[in-house]
């Protein structure tokens, strides 16, 4: 049995973009703290931060008052900056953004306005412009939005780099240990491994279980975070689609989520996707593995809250993405922005992630920004969900100044 609890200043609860990002910060501030790492699974990216696109993005969708706009742009330059520093791939392809109806034209006006208060680059552009920077996408009226300075990074290369600097460092990073009981007066956690750390101050980063850990902490009693499940569908190399870049429709700013769009890797490869169908777990990425009945009962539940009061149009963006959910809808959809794409085109891919949004049970809605809760000497980052591994470094800063 330990007797003393071992102590460290710092301990980060989860090794995704984000915990890796803030231990990063702190050694930059000061070289010489004491940090520790938990992270649940046996390695690093196996949940939201490996499972991302590797979009940078560039800050365009976000109110400006929000946290997201705050550090969306600043963080997008400031991984560049790193990507490129330390050789890891990155390639910027730039972004259109295209109306797939006559209505949905005058959203181009106030995205571009967001953009310029956020601090990104972007600009109408005309059809016949359209044409030359992305000739397969198809614009429903005479314009488009383009981020030329938008990027794409390998997110696995990211975290790779950081966390080898980390341990360089001397952090520590215990892998397949998590917390299981708190007592936030003595400053302790117990762990799976029957260990018992001391802290200075710890800060948690566990993503989709964020909730449920800050709830050890007696911290985000009313938030719940509900998975979605996004899949994506490959392009066959031998398509006669090639397209330069990025091409996303005009999102439903009411939601959450920027509808499906296609994406170019690093590598070459083109995806489309993804939707977003309610998971029955919170790692439910395939058939009945990783179902978890309880976390299926809550959120069926929350979403007919949701269904029922209809707030922002729920009703309409849930019977839209059900219908998605087969390959021949999903392929519709897609076409309306590449109409010459063919569902032959589309193959099935391993690629698909979880997306947890976190639901506020007092509002009976979805919170849309980036939620950070302190308590004590705990902070509890609740809602790091897109652009989260665009801003993380800049949202690290943010985190660890405990505002």
Known sequence: MQSQPQYFDLIILGAGITGLSVARQQLLTDSGCKVLILEKEKEIGMHASGRNSGVLHSG?????????????????????????????????????????????????DLLHKRAKLNGADTRIISKAELNEIEPESYSATSRALYSPNTSVVDPHSVMKKVISDLINNNVAIAFEEYVISADPQSSTIATNKNVTYRYGQLINCTGQYSDLVSQIFNVGEHYYLIPFKGIYYKLKAESEIKLNGLVYPVPDLRIPFLGIHSVKLVNGDTYFGPNSIPALGREHYDGIKGINLKDAIVTSYFLLKQYVDNKDG????????LHQFSRNSFYKEAKKMIPKLKLKDLIESNKVGIRAQLYNKEKRDFEMDFI????????????????????????????????
């Open 314 to 321: 729920f009703r309409s963006f849930a019977h839209r993405e």
């Open 60 to 108: 365009i969708y976000y109110p400006s008052q929000t946290l997201k706009a705050k550090f969306c742009s600043q963080g997008g330059k400031l991984m560049g900056e790193y990507c490129q520093e330390y050789s890891l791939p990155i390639k910027r392809c730039g972004k259109v953004i295209v109306p797939k109806t006559v209505d949905e034209d005058h959203y181009l």
């Open 372 to 403: 950070v809760e302190k308590r004590d000497n705990t902070i509890h980052v609740l809602n790091a969900v897109s652009p989260a591994f665009t801003s993380a470094f800049s949202f690290a800063k943010y985190i660890l100044s405990g505002q």
